[in-house]
């Protein structure tokens, strides 16, 4: 277990809430910020506590407003709800701190939807505190301690020094103070096995990933039969490896039936006709105001 020694935070630099933690741990000399969300929070479970890297900017925001990716969320939960189907198997590839795999589970329990979670991250630092974020959800939510990558097997792990939340297979921006780990990671395609029952009518598969610009590999080397399977993707992609993979994605959307895409500057979701997913995916900086976004494909 991470708690140790504890302390109170009372500084007007991060303008946290008084009866935040701060816990030293020996994660790149990093600390633990752990708080311990009100009954109104969308992270609040029966005083469990959540635990964030204090280097973390979402962190910072998730301490102040009490929810994590509250539209994106709120929006995946009532496309779920619409489906009207109880059985969910959701993979969250690149689960970070599990604070996305904590919101939806608790979120959707309260419909009776029966769901298992898979939530998989490479970094020991951030696997340690997602377990802790999850644990009291570990009947249904699993965490696993490996990447995934379009073949499998040790891969490179990019890790920045000053701020070990940000990870990933790919080279992280050359600014960056970056140290090289190696990992373990599953094929993506072998993931189909988690799925027990493939015939179940019931059954409603989701695929969520934030892998820093793995995301859109993964999903264009996954095979037909996981991709028949898989009712919503909800994935970030970067402009630059989206248009270079433009082709093959553009097949995987005649599969889908609706296009989203989510704004990080206000968090809103917009829809996209399939006409118009050509002129998106050319032109996410202009539209979007950033290189990279969150689209949402559903079947």
């Not at 609040?44 to 539209?71: H, Q």
């Not at 073949?151 to 970056?178: A, H, M, Y």
């Not at 027990?196 to 598969?205: G, H, S, T």
Request: aromatic share 12%; charged share 25%.
């Amino acid at each position: 277990m991470i708690y140790k020694k504890k302390e109170k935070i009372a500084s007007s630099a991060t303008t946290l809430p008084a009866n935040f933690f701060i816990e030293s741990e020996n994660f790149f000399s990093k600390t633990t910020i752990t708080s311990f969300p009100k009954k109104n929070s969308p992270l609040y479970y029966k005083n469990f506590p959540v635990s964030l890297t204090p280097d973390n900017g979402v962190g910072l925001k998730t301490l102040l407003n009490g929810n994590y990716d509250f539209s994106s969320i709120n929006f995946l939960k009532e496309q779920i709800l619409k489906k009207n189907k109880k059985n969910l198997i959701i993979y969250d590839i690149g689960s970070n701190l599990g604070l996305w795999s904590r919101q939806i589970y608790i979120d959707l329990k309260k419909y009776e939807q029966n769901i298992n979670i898979f939530a998989f991250e490479a970094n020991t630092y951030l696997c340690e505190l997602s377990e802790i974020n999850l644990l009291p959800f570990k009947n249904n939510v699993k965490v696993i301690k490996k990447g995934i990558s379009i073949n499998g097997g040790k891969k490179n792990f990019f890790v920045d020094q000053q701020n070990p939340s940000s990870s990933s297979i790919s080279r992280l921006d050359e600014n960056s103070t970056t140290v090289v780990r190696e990992i373990d990671t599953l094929p993506a395609n072998s993931l189909i096995q988690l799925i027990e029952n493939k015939n179940d009518d019931n059954q409603l598969i989701i695929w969520k990933s934030d892998v820093e610009g793995e995301d859109i590999n993964l999903l264009i080397n996954l095979n037909k039969n996981f991709l028949f399977l898989i009712d919503i993707f909800f994935i970030e992609v970067s402009s630059a490896l989206i248009v270079r993979n433009s082709h093959k994605f553009f097949e995987i959307c005649k599969l889908y039936n609706s296009f989203y895409y989510v704004n990080k500057d206000t968090g809103k979701v917009h829809e996209i006709s399939f006409e118009k997913i050509e002129n998106f995916v050319h032109n996410i900086k202009k539209i979007t105001g950033n290189k990279s976004t969150d689209l949402i494909l559903v079947r």
